[in-house]
């Protein structure tokens, strides 16, 4: 009796205080829980330098494997953590960077000069070599914003990749305007300063962004809602000047403009509800490069990483052991 009651004592504490954290501290908690999951999964954060730049960023394993190296460049006011869910299904042996993009979390916050896309594409040359990513060919992946800077970065350096993954990119010319880009019209037509639907500043707004950026509804608890603006508020007027630089005339279409110097193999994986960047730009990417692999999924919006981390996690893999076979009969045939 005496055992059973000092376990029982002993098992308040720290029920108490996640509770106490989760009422009073849900970004906390949050951050805490990212931190558990990278545990977790073997990622250790860890920090380079260019200079007096500063980059932040978690990886796993080690370079030189049987499948080259990943490096995962994340979304539009997103961190590192939001590539968890697909690491999460990728073989623990698979060596993964995932670095926090410039401003973005860990890594250092400068001016707008490196926040357009390409000021974005330097940044990130300058982290593949602080760490001597570039030493043999690696994977790039990239999702909304960083799957235009990946597409930029595979423009100019494509000699230093094995193949290119797109998620659901910005910085097209899309035949068919998404949800988001209609509001962001209308914005701008009425000359209002209303909220950025990608930048939310109340509950109501967050819960709007999650609803334009899923296919399925997520029904968080307003606990979890909660620590989620907790965490982003902070860094809205960043995320602001981010935003204007990546919509501004110099990025808008980077992409496009350069599909032309493009040589390297391209993945793209799109999901088919998309209401931020619309599906129809997979057929743009597809007629610029014709030997593009392209994926749509059903039943997914534009957060491919959140909705459908099992099936993009297999269809990278998937890629990357097609593109090994095709390295091969190449070496065969020269």
Same mark, same amino acid.
């Given at each position: ?78 961190? $590192? ?50 760490? =001597? ?29 094995? =193949? ?24 701008? $037509? ?81 999901? $088919? ?62």
């Amino acid at each position: 009796m005496e055992l059973i009651l000092l376990s029982g004592g002993i098992l308040v504490v720290p029920v108490l205080a996640f509770i106490t954290s989760f009422l009073f501290w849900p970004g906390t908690l949050l951050k805490a829980y990212n931190w558990y999951w990278r545990r977790r999964l073997g990622l250790v954060v860890r920090y380079s330098h260019s200079g007096s730049y500063r980059f932040c960023y978690a990886s796993r394993g080690r370079p030189g494997g049987a499948t080259p190296s990943l490096l995962l460049l994340h979304g539009f006011s997103a961190t $590192k953590d939001m590539w968890l869910p697909v690491i999460k299904f990728l073989p623990r042996n698979q060596h993964v960077v995932c670095v926090d993009m410039p401003g973005h979390e860990g890594t250092s916050r400068t001016g707008p000069e490196d926040y357009s896309i390409q000021g974005q594409v330097a940044r990130i040359h300058q982290f593949v070599q602080s760490i =001597g990513l570039d030493k043999r060919p690696f994977h790039l992946i990239g999702t909304s914003m960083g799957g235009n800077v990946a597409g930029v970065y595979t423009a100019h350096y494509s000699t230093h990749l094995s =193949g290119t993954t797109l998620i659901c990119p910005a910085g097209l010319v899309y035949p068919t305007e998404s949800e988001f880009i209609s509001r962001l019209r209308e914005m701008e $037509k009425s000359q209002k300063e209303e909220s950025i639907p990608l930048i939310p500043s109340t509950p109501q707004e967050l819960d709007n962004m999650l609803r334009l950026c899923c296919y399925a509804p997520l029904n968080l608890p307003r606990q979890v809602l909660r620590g989620l603006l907790d965490n982003r508020i902070p860094n809205n007027g960043f995320y602001k000047e981010v935003f204007m630089q990546i919509v501004g005339e110099e990025s808008r279409h980077s992409l496009q403009e350069h599909l032309h110097l493009i040589t390297s193999p391209v993945q793209v994986i799109w999901g $088919k509800e998309d209401q931020v960047v619309d599906v129809s730009g997979a057929a743009v990417l597809q007629a610029a490069l014709p030997n593009c692999q392209v994926e749509l999924l059903d039943n997914c919006g534009h957060s491919v990483a959140l909705e459908r981390p099992r099936k993009a996690a297999q269809l990278i893999m998937s890629f990357l052991s097609v593109q090994e076979v095709n390295g091969e009969n190449t070496k065969k045939l020269s």
